[in-house]
């Protein structure tokens, strides 16, 4: 079992490497990037010129608590972070899915932030 799950987490890290060597965030489109667990989900945007988080969102803020890990939650969290995207005025971003396949929970952030207006 333990065999199977450090396999895993070095797919996964593999994987991660080979996108970060591809995309950046930039000050006009700054890098969102996802981070997950079987109990919470924390989006962060990222511009690594300067090496500063603009905007975060995460299920461990007071407010998001009660919004769960699941497909549901992962889509109404996008819609979150897509609404304080627009009050900073930023309008696209570059999407990092960290590693993570684009299914399930990931594709549904995705798809709650682009609801939001957010491009990318």
């Not at 988080?53 to 461990?60: D, E, F, G, I, R």
């Amino acid at each position: 079992m333990l065999r199977k799950m450090l396999e895993k987490d070095r797919k996964r890290l593999k994987r991660k490497v080979h996108i970060r060597k591809k995309i950046s965030g930039t000050t006009e489109r700054p890098r969102m990037t996802v981070t997950k667990s079987n109990r919470r989900l924390s989006i962060q945007i990222i511009d690594d010129t300067k090496g500063h988080t603009l905007v975060s969102a995460s299920t461990l803020e007071k407010e998001l608590r009660n919004v769960k890990a699941t497909v549901a939650g992962a889509a109404q969290l996008g819609e979150i972070m897509g609404k304080r995207l627009v009050e900073k005025n930023i309008k696209s971003v570059v999407f990092d899915r960290n590693g993570y396949l684009y299914h399930g929970v990931v594709k549904a952030l995705a798809d709650g932030t682009r609801k939001a207006g957010i491009q990318f």
